[in-house]
């Protein structure tokens, strides 16, 4: 009889490691499935039309950055994503007499934006747009307004760039 209770005892001190271990595994899986990725794009900004040396209309010129299909891995698309930061670096327009730039923030398959006032020949990170929906479909655009310089094209000295950072 002894011998019976000691076998039942040790079966249960055997399992009770086992669930602990069971119950770590599953909680580490879902820890491990919040991973973090980034996405970095550039590309040159358009010429700008300059129509005189005036400081009152300036000419717009852009970068668009799309978040595409390809760009989000394979299996994580239909999830929800965290966005964490945008890290951008600009370019800026040869000859100009002054420069304002923006970059906007579009939320997925919207014409919806916030803008951030950043500056040309720069670079910085924005966590501003942390709390909003990212995924495919969102995009950046970085608008350079230019004012004056030499007829009839204000063109770029480079790219602007941009990476998102984000959790899945």
């Given at each position: 009889?002894?011998?019976?209770?000691?076998?039942?005892?040790?079966?249960?001190?055997?399992?009770?490691?086992?669930?602990?271990?069971?119950?770590?595994?599953?909680?580490?899986?879902?820890?491990?499935s919040?991973?973090?990725?980034?996405?970095?794009?550039?590309?040159?900004?358009?010429?700008?039309?300059?129509?005189?040396?005036?400081?009152?209309?300036?000419?717009?010129?852009?970068?668009?950055?799309?978040?595409?299909?390809p760009?989000?891995?394979a299996?994580?698309?239909?999830?929800p994503?965290?966005?964490l930061?945008i890290?951008?670096?600009?370019?800026?327009?040869?000859g100009?007499?002054?420069?304002?730039?923006?970059?906007c923030?579009?939320?997925?398959?919207?014409s919806?934006?916030?803008?951030?006032?950043?500056y040309?020949?720069?670079?910085?990170?924005?966590?501003?747009?942390?709390?909003?929906a990212?995924?495919h479909?969102?995009?950046?655009?970085?608008?350079?307004?230019?004012l004056?310089g030499?007829?009839?094209?204000?063109?770029?000295?480079?790219?602007?760039?941009?990476?998102?950072?984000?959790r899945?």
């Amino acid at each position: 009889m002894k011998s019976l209770m000691a076998l039942q005892n040790s079966k249960g001190a055997c399992q009770f490691p086992i669930a602990l271990f069971a119950v770590f595994m599953i909680l580490t899986q879902v820890d491990a499935s919040a991973a973090e990725y980034t996405i970095s794009k550039m590309k040159a900004p358009s010429p700008v039309l300059i129509l005189s040396n005036s400081n009152i209309d300036p000419g717009v010129g852009f970068a668009i950055f799309d978040i595409l299909y390809p760009d989000i891995p394979a299996g994580t698309l239909v999830g929800p994503k965290q966005l964490l930061e945008i890290s951008w670096r600009t370019t800026y327009y040869l000859g100009t007499i002054n420069e304002d730039v923006e970059l906007c923030y579009f939320l997925p398959f919207s014409s919806q934006n916030s803008c951030e006032k950043i500056y040309p020949n720069a670079s910085g990170t924005l966590m501003l747009f942390n709390d909003q929906a990212f995924g495919h479909g969102s995009k950046v655009v970085i608008n350079h307004k230019v004012l004056g310089g030499a007829r009839p094209y204000a063109r770029p000295a480079g790219v602007d760039s941009v990476s998102f950072k984000y959790r899945y």
